[in-house]
Each structure stands twice: as structure tokens, then as C-alpha cells.
């Protein structure tokens, strides 16, 4: 073994953080952790013979150095080859033919703008997925009504990634009977739910999710949490370069203004007197979409940075375009997770945005 060179397999990409670091599997979507002195290894010493590694070292940490290679062998992160020339690294370039990729509709009791045509508008954007927020009752002819009319566009790139909806008037049968009528319908959310929290798979990447909070605004939005990594090439290698939250963005709040996220105070027109394709055209609506983490405080000394979401909206410093998100309970300086909301640091932000 110490002949030969332990490398990772290309889908397998460390990132290191403060105090630890990581290594996400593209493709299983998963990531483990390991310290930082392995992640200096595999990449300072990348496609070196284990034994020269060794040698580096002056052979004062062979058994930590074989403990440390047994590791991403066991855990099929890394493969032991002669030629290493031969396993290039991954192109981590992102690319996309169309601006606007995903999408926010937010519909609450005063909303009076027509959804539809926001539908036709995003369509003729060819916008892929789009996330549709009731902070009011719904019944489920209504819902119907929005998913036939998405069905009835030409265009097939439309699809609901995720339909968030109260639970008053909807029976479960209803639910189910959405997810099997409409193939563009991925996910639903379902708040105030009397089952609490519950996840439920229907299909590959479908899911029926009930939660026992009440979504009333949009306000709710901008949680930092493990559970909502993303962990495939596409997301991270967008990461990589753009903003995770609102690049490729647009969206209509309840009142039909037009923003880069219902929860961002500035707007570029209404949807009553302005197309969306016209609001992108202002020169600063793209203001945040080359806002990476690497160039947000905090952030960027964290190992989940390219795996993690963003929030703009929500800031520890309402002052700061590079403050770390508010609802982030994350240390990456001691590798520790915290209630956020708890935090006496972040009151005053909290009194800010009156969260």
C-alpha cells in the first residue's frame, strides 16, 4: 500500500473549515467529517505515493497516516491506483442557458394579482422550478385550478418544487390524489399541520411533508439547518460561484411586488404594471448573484459553505450585504451547532426585521 497513491474519487471534493473539514460525495449525496490536517494531506499531497507522503514527515506520523488513508479506503471516498495522472480532478464550472432558474410566488389574503399570468410570464422565461407559499386558507379546487393551467402551457419546463398550503381544507386523500394527477407537482409542504412533524417519499425526489409550525409570512424564511443541504454537482458547483439562495431568482410577494426574494425589502416594479423580464433588466437586481460564500463573512471559514443555503433578507448585521445569516446557529471556530434564536448576540437583529 505504501508503494502505491491513495486519491480521492472525483465526485469526492474536501472543503475545509475553521476547525474541521469535510469531504462531500457528489454522488451519494452525503459528506463525513475529517480533520484538517487529512485535508492538508490529500490535497498538498495529491497524486504523491503514500510512502512519500510518509516521507515528507520524516515518518514521525506513519501510523496516523495510514489510519488517516484506511479511512476514505473503508468509506470508498478514495482508491488506491499506480497511476494518478490518469483520475484528473472534477470540472467544477457551472453552467446554465437560461437567468432565471427557480422562482417564489407568495399568495396571502391580500393578494389580488394573477397567478396565472405570473405562470405564462416564468414560462416564457423557461424557469424550471418554482415554489408556490399560501399564508392563507386554500381549497383544493383552487390548488387544481393552478396545477390544470400549468399543464395547459406549452412549455414543459415548469415544474412545482415545492407547494406550501395550510392544512384546514385539505384531507389526506387530497394530497395524495394531487401527487398522482399532476407530474410537475415535486413536493408539499403542509403547516399547522395536527400531525406534527412528518416526511413522507412519493416517488424518487418526491416528498409530502407536514409540520406542526404555522407559516403565516415570509418571514419563516431563511433558516439555516443540516437537514437543508443540497449535496449533488449541481448545486454545489453553483455554490462555487454564485450566491446559493438567489441566484437565478426571481419572485412576486403577496402584494405582487417583484424581488429578488419575497423577504428582500427592494422592488423592481409590480406585477400589475410590470413584466418580470423588464425587472431584470434594472441594473441592480442581479446585486447579489455573484455573492458566494466565500466572500461572506464567517461563511467563508465554513466546511459546509458550498453545501449550505444563503439568506440576503436576514442578516446578523442589517447593515452588512457580507454578514453571516441570521438563523444560522452554526460555529465553524468551534465546529458547533446552537439555537440561534437563542443567542444574545442576535436580539437586536431579531428587533430589526421584528422576527
Not at 417519499?201 to 443541504?229: P, Q, W
Not at 453571516?324 to 431579531?350: F, I, N, R, T, V
Request: charged share 25%; proline share 3%.
Amino acid at each position: 500500500m505504501a508503494k502505491e497513491v491513495c486519491i480521492l474519487y472525483a465526485n469526492c471534493i474536501p472543503v475545509k473549515g475553521a476547525f474541521k473539514s469535510i469531504i462531500c460525495d457528489l454522488q451519494r449525496q452525503n459528506y463525513i467529517y475529517i480533520p484538517n490536517d487529512l485535508y492538508n494531506i490529500i490535497t498538498t499531497h495529491r497524486g504523491k505515493r503514500i510512502q512519500e507522503v510518509k516521507d515528507f514527515y520524516e515518518n514521525k506520523y506513519d501510523d496516523i497516516i495510514d489510519n488517516y488513508f484506511q479511512i476514505l479506503l473503508k468509506n470508498e471516498f478514495a482508491f488506491l491506483t499506480d497511476t494518478p495522472d490518469l483520475f484528473p480532478k472534477m470540472n467544477m464550472e457551472w453552467k446554465e442557458p437560461f437567468e432565471i432558474t427557480n422562482a417564489i410566488i407568495d399568495i396571502s389574503n391580500t393578494s389580488t394579482y394573477d397567478i396565472k399570468s405570473v405562470f405564462k410570464q416564468l414560462s416564457q422565461l423557461s424557469c424550471k422550478f418554482v415554489q408556490i407559499r399560501f399564508y392563507r386558507e386554500s381549497s383544493c379546487k383552487e390548488i387544481i385550478s393552478i396545477l390544470k393551467y400549468l399543464d395547459k402551457i406549452k412549455s414543459n419546463s415548469i415544474g412545482i418544487d415545492f407547494l406550501i398550503l395550510h392544512h384546514n381544507s385539505f384531507k389526506e386523500k387530497d394530497f395524495i390524489a394531487l401527487f398522482k394527477t399532476f407530474k410537475r407537482l415535486n413536493s408539499i409542504l403542509v403547516y399547522a399541520s395536527p400531525l406534527g412533524k412528518k416526511i413522507l417519499t412519493m416517488g424518487h425526489s418526491r416528498y409530502y411533508i407536514h409540520t406542526g409550525a404555522n407559516i403565516d409570512s415570509e418571514k419563516h424564511c431563511g433558516v439555516i439547518n443540516k437537514s437543508l443541504f443540497s449535496i449533488n454537482i449541481k448545486t454545489y458547483t453553483e455554490a462555487l460561484h454564485f450566491n446559493s439562495c438567489l441566484h437565478g431568482k426571481i419572485a412576486v410577494d403577496s402584494n405582487g411586488e417583484i424581488k429578488n426574494c419575497p423577504s428582500m425589502p427592494t422592488t423592481f416594479g409590480n406585477i400589475a404594471n410590470t413584466l418580470l423580464r423588464d425587472a431584470l433588466l434594472d441594473k441592480y437586481f442581479k446585486k447579489y448573484w455573484h455573492l458566494n460564500k466565500d466572500k461572506i463573512e464567517v461563511c467563508k471559514d465554513c466546511e459546509f459553505r458550498y453545501i449550505c443555503t444563503d439568506c440576503r433578507a436576514y442578516t446578523e448585521d442589517p447593515q452588512n450585504d457580507k454578514s453571516k445569516p441570521l438563523k444560522c446557529g452554526y460555529d465553524p471556530y468551534k465546529g458547533e451547532w446552537h439555537d440561534w434564536s437563542s443567542s444574545e448576540l442576535k436580539q437586536e437583529a431579531l428587533k430589526y426585521f421584528n422576527i
